[in-house]
T-cell receptor, first 114, second 113 residues
Framework: DGGITQSPKYLFRKEGQNVTLSCEQNLNHDAMYWYRQDPGQGLRLIYYSQIVNDFQKGDIAEGYSVSREKKESFPLTVTSAQKNPTAFYLC?????????????FGPGTRLTVL | GEDVEQSLFLSVREGDSSVINCTYTDSSSTYLYWYKQEPGAGLQLLTYIFSNMDMKQDQRLTVLLNKKDKHLSLRIADTQTGDSAIYFCAESSPRSGYSTLTFGKGTMLLVSP
C-alpha cells in the first residue's frame, strides 16, 4: 500500500521545546517537501529536498530544520526559535521535483504549542 | 512576483455547477494545478493543466486557462455535498527552477442540499 505517512497526527509541546515531525514515503520519489498551513493562509513552503543529502530553504525556513539521510524519510524539526509554531504541517513528495511532477500529500500533523 | 489569488468562499446548491476562479501573476508558469482538501486532511490532486492548453476536461471537472489574463478556473458540474471542501490553485514556480509550487489561499466550497 504505497503512500506518504506522517506521524503523529496531533502533537502538543511546551514553549521552548524542540519537536520533530516524521514524514515517510514508499513511492520511491526523489523529491520531498514540507509545508505549513495556517487558517486562511494557504500553504507556505518551509523546506524541500530534491535528492538524498541535499535540501533547500523555502519561503519560511526560519526556526525550522530538516535532514534527508534516506530517500524515504524527510523529518522536520520545529525549534524553539520558531516564534509561532502552532499550525498544520503537511509533507509531500514528487517523482523528481520537476514542475510537471505531481506532488502527493500526506495526511498532516497538527502541532499545538501550549 | 509570484502571487496566486483566489476568492475565499463559494456557496452553491446541490446539482448546480460551481466555478472557482484563480489568478496568477507569473507569466512564466508552466503547470497549474487544482487540489482539494477535506477537513483535517492532506491535499488531493484533482487535475492540472499545462500552460500551452486552453481547456482540460475530466469527468465532472473542467479547467479553463486564459493565459493572456492569467486566469484559471475550475468548473464542477452537478456539484454534490461530497464536493464541499477547500480548493487550492497552485502554479509551478520558476523561481526554484519549477521544482516547487506556489499555492493560493484556497476557496472554501459549501454545497447545500
Amino acid at each position: 500500500d504505497g503512500g506518504i505517512t506522517q506521524s503523529p497526527k496531533y502533537l502538543f509541546r511546551k514553549e521552548g521545546q524542540n519537536v520533530t515531525l516524521s514524514c515517510e514515503q514508499n513511492l520511491n520519489h526523489d523529491a520531498m517537501y514540507w509545508y505549513r498551513q495556517d487558517p486562511g493562509q494557504g500553504l507556505r513552503l518551509i523546506y524541500y529536498s530534491q535528492i538524498v543529502n541535499d535540501f533547500q530553504k523555502g519561503d519560511i525556513a526560519e526556526g525550522y530544520s530538516v535532514s534527508r539521510e534516506k530517500k524515504e524519510s524527510f523529518p522536520l524539526t520545529v525549534t524553539s526559535a520558531q516564534k509561532n509554531p502552532t499550525a498544520f504541517y503537511l509533507c509531500a513528495s514528487s517523482l523528481r521535483g520537476a514542475g510537471k511532477d505531481t506532488q502527493y500529500f500526506g495526511p498532516g500533523t497538527r502541532l499545538t504549542v501550549l | 512576483g509570484e502571487d496566486v489569488e483566489q476568492s475565499l468562499f463559494l456557496s452553491v446548491r446541490e446539482g448546480d455547477s460551481s466555478v472557482i476562479n484563480c489568478t496568477y501573476t507569473d507569466s512564466s508558469s508552466t503547470y497549474l494545478y487544482w487540489y482539494k482538501q477535506e477537513p483535517g486532511a492532506g491535499l488531493q490532486l484533482l487535475t492540472y493543466i499545462f500552460s500551452n492548453m486552453d481547456m482540460k476536461q475530466d469527468q465532472r471537472l473542467t479547467v479553463l486557462l486564459n493565459k493572456k489574463d492569467k486566469h484559471l478556473s475550475l468548473r464542477i458540474a452537478d456539484t454534490q455535498t461530497g464536493d464541499s471542501a477547500i480548493y487550492f490553485c497552485a502554479e509551478s514556480s520558476p523561481r526554484s527552477g519549477y521544482s516547487t509550487l506556489t499555492f493560493g489561499k484556497g476557496t472554501m466550497l459549501l454545497v447545500s442540499p
